[in-house]
């Protein structure tokens, strides 16, 4: 098949990319590189099926060919990234999705909407781990509002696409996810400890690392991806639209992470302890039954396993053509045309 994916240079695009080439599918790599690197596609340019269009999201399609199926994953994911503008980053939630279902919309393809498990916010006592019934509590005022909220009305615009255009989109909630083509100045638990380790320095955890997470290999998420996308609807039937929880419900504290990746890199690494970032959920777990049920889905890969994969990646990386957030973009978001 024709496959546009939009971010499709950045870690999780360019792990999609590589499987869909690898499957026989001509696949068309949208990205503006705002927050990706250009290496994370490197090993791709000049495979045969493979292209790449220099685009920013939001603004007019250049002239690509026809897809199939879209990808939806263009949007800064990590806090340093789309707090560094935030305003661009809630135009590229709105703007950028309101674009690529249109386009959805004019050439018949079937699109994922890359949400995120932000929608829900630091969930209440009672909502752990986190269905997708939950509605979340997000605060719509806080520094990661741009992307809570950004995300959330995605999904409403993917649902009224559904409901008043009969677009075909599927809606994945993604989990912490880790692996292979991290930025590495993308602020996240992972990628901060591996590099941390890695250069002998002092891990730093957030509170009093007590806070959980659930880690997600990032191969397991692409299959997750790729067989919502691809399920079939039995005749008669409306096909299944989501939203859907995507993540690994295995839970570790911070600090366990910490631990294992000082273990695993061999790191004399000390832990220090630094103040808990404003809005930062101190619970994340995916309730995953409905993707289990749906799509015969759940993740393969534990923790240690992903790790031993992924800190290889960081150690032979230069990290120079990784770009850090600097608060200074040349985008300029407040003053582009609207």
């Not at 986190?130 to 990661?144: A, C, F, T």
């Amino acid at each position: 098949m024709n496959i546009l994916v939009t971010g499709g240079a950045g870690f999780l695009g360019a792990n999609l990319c590589q499987r869909l080439l690898n499957e026989g599918h001509q696949v068309t790599c949208l990205d503006n590189f705002f927050t990706s690197a250009r290496c994370n596609i490197d090993h791709l340019r000049g495979r045969k099926g493979f292209t790449l269009v220099e685009h920013d999201v939001i603004m007019p399609l250049p002239a690509v060919d026809t897809p199939e199926r879209i990808y939806h994953l263009a949007c800064p994911a990590s806090p340093p990234h789309y707090q560094d503008d935030p305003v661009y980053t809630a135009r590229i939630a709105f703007e950028g999705t309101l674009r690529m279902l249109n386009f959805a919309r004019k050439t018949g393809a079937r699109m994922m909407q890359a949400s995120t498990s932000e929608v829900y916010g630091d969930p209440d006592a009672g909502h752990h781990p986190q269905k997708e019934s939950y509605r979340g509590n997000v605060n719509p005022h806080g520094i990661r509002a741009c992307y809570d909220e950004g995300k959330r009305i995605g999904e409403t615009l993917c649902f009224d696409f559904i409901r008043r255009e009969n677009t075909d989109v599927r809606v994945v909630r993604i989990f912490n996810t880790y692996g292979p083509q991290m930025h590495p100045h993308d602020g996240r638990v992972v990628s901060n400890f591996i590099l941390q380790a890695l250069q002998g320095k002092d891990i730093t955890l957030y509170g009093d690392g007590l806070q959980t997470r659930s880690f997600c290999f990032v191969d397991d998420l692409i299959e997750a991806f790729v067989r919502m996308v691809e399920r079939p609807t039995p005749a008669g039937q409306q096909p299944f639209y989501g939203p859907v929880n995507t993540g690994n419900p295995v839970e570790f504290t911070i600090a366990q992470l910490a631990d294992l990746v000082i273990e695993l890199t061999g790191s004399k690494s000390k832990k220090v302890f630094l103040p808990l970032p404003k809005d930062d959920p101190l619970q994340r777990k995916p309730d995953i039954t409905l993707a289990s049920e749906k799509l015969g889905w759940e993740p393969e890969i534990a923790l240690r396993e992903g790790l031993q994969k992924t800190i290889p990646y960081f150690a032979g990386l230069d990290l120079s053509q990784f770009i850090a957030p600097t608060m200074h973009t040349a985008h300029a978001s407040c003053n582009l045309a609207v």
